[in-house]
């Protein structure tokens, strides 16, 4: 009887296994799906295209752009360093949300109170929000580092008055 039992629920999880293959795999992920299929479908081009002198000019006219973008990117007020490694990323330099006029994968930060950003860091380091990404960041964080963020990023939209009237 045991045999049977387990015999029904190995074909069970193997065709739950073979179900989940045929319709593209067990985390299909919406939107961050999408950009990771991008990243690999032009990781998969640049390595099948030609390298010859035209293809490097190319290849460095391109990087030369990202640059110029990259710099007009850039915040009109200093960010610390912790947030320009671990949010700028998904938030954007400036906590905007977007970054060459392009939304982002995080949800827009400028303009939100400290006290809020606080609560909501603590809840994604102690899993009562669930982000995976937002929770491997934080895990390493003190208490103490969260508030020093939090504060950070509620102080974003004096940063930017006061960056504006100099």
């Known amino acids: ?21 045929s319709v593209g795999g067990a985390y299909n992920g919406g939107e961050h799906g999408r950009v990771i299929a991008d990243i690999g ?20 006219s391109d990087e030369l752009n990202a640059l110029r973008n990259k710099a007009g990117n850039v915040s009109k007020f200093d960010v610390s360093e912790d947030y320009d490694r ?16 392009k939304k982002m994968m995080g949800p827009r930060l400028f303009g939100q109170r400290a006290d809020e950003l606080y609560k909501k860091l603590i809840d994604f380091k102690s899993g009562r929000k669930e982000n995976v990404v937002m929770k491997g960041l934080l895990i390493p964080l003190s208490e103490e580092d969260l508030r020093v963020l939090a504060d950070e990023i509620g ?9 504006k009237n100099k």
């Open 155 to 163: 102080d974003f939209p004096a940063r930017a008055e006061a960056a």
């Open 86 to 101: 671990k949010c700028s990323s998904c938030h954007g330099i400036d906590g905007s949300g977007f970054q060459n006029g």
């Open 41 to 60: 479908s032009k990781v998969a081009n640049s390595k099948s295209s030609k390298t010859d002198e035209k293809d490097d000019r190319a290849k460095e």
């Open 1 to 21: 009887m045991k045999n049977a039992i387990v015999g029904v629920l190995v074909l069970l999880v193997l065709g739950v296994a073979a179900y989940v293959a």
